[in-house]
């Protein structure tokens, strides 16, 4: 049965861990919903894992656009999330809703947006008009020079008391998804159970109701730094669709993130 946004609310009601994965291609994503991963993120990671690229700014519209396409190809049962690009919604929420409506013409279900309650406009207007949202708050990567690096977010307790409010704010404005990254596993399980929107996490603890890896990282083929949050899902597994069944398996049983991969 297809993953629908209905379908994640049941399974985040119920306790049953939502399992998510970037993808890029049409060949990943048949291999990544033939193994059971219920949401494809079409993420603009794509800049670092793909292009070889020192961060996701450089991501353009039309290559977002040709990732979704080929990996909505690809998937049968997952519902396939397409990243909004740096520069392509900011502006107002009528730039948002022209960049949204062109990833879901091309086969995205929902999209995703980083910031925080400052996006709730936003969120809303693209909600009302269709288009499901999952809004990406902590860390930020699309903030790299503002924040002057990839860092934990939310560790002082008015930063804390920010992205709960943050939470909050974009839950009541209509996303259908909240995904953290890199906050406190205690913040992201507070959010968690302050908000009625299934939460999804990244170096978030596991009290969240999904997770989600880079693809590369999993995999342990991306050349760059390695972040606390990431294991390498091949070391114990004989072919890339064991890993990824060991992932989805570790994400349902709660195995996944220990406590070493947690902040
Ligand atoms: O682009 C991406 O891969 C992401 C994940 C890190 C959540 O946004």
Known sequence: MKITVNTLQQMAAQGD????LTCYDASFAALLDEAGVDVLLVGDSLGMVIQGQDSTLPVSEED????VRCVARGAKRALVL??????????????????AARLMQAGAHMVKLEGGAYMADTVQFLAERGIPVCAHIGLTP?????????????????????????????????????LMECVPAVLASDITQAI???TIGIGAGVEVSGQVLVLHDMLG???????????????????????????????????????????
């Not at 990824?244 to 570790?250: E, G, I, N």
């Open 142 to 178: 699309q903030y790299v020079n503002h924040f002057g690096g990839y860092r934990v977010q939310g560790k002082s307790e008015v930063d804390a008391v920010r992205i709960l409010a943050d939470a909050k704010v974009l839950a009541a404005a209509g996303a259908s998804l909240v």
């Open 82 to 99: 397409g990243d909004m690009t740096f520069g392509a919604y900011q502006q107002s929420p009528q730039q948002a809703f022209s960049h």
């Open 17 to 20: 861990k939502i399992s998510m």
């Open 196 to 198: 009625a929107v299934p």
């Open 221 to 263: 083929v991306y050349p760059g730094k390695k972040a606390r949050f990431v294991k390498n899902f091949m070391q114990g597994s004989h072919s890339i669709q064991q890993a990824v069944q060991a992932y989805v398996a570790a994400v349902k049983a709660k195995t996944f993130p220990a406590a070493e991969h947690t902040f």
């Open 64 to 67: 977002m656009l040709y990732h």
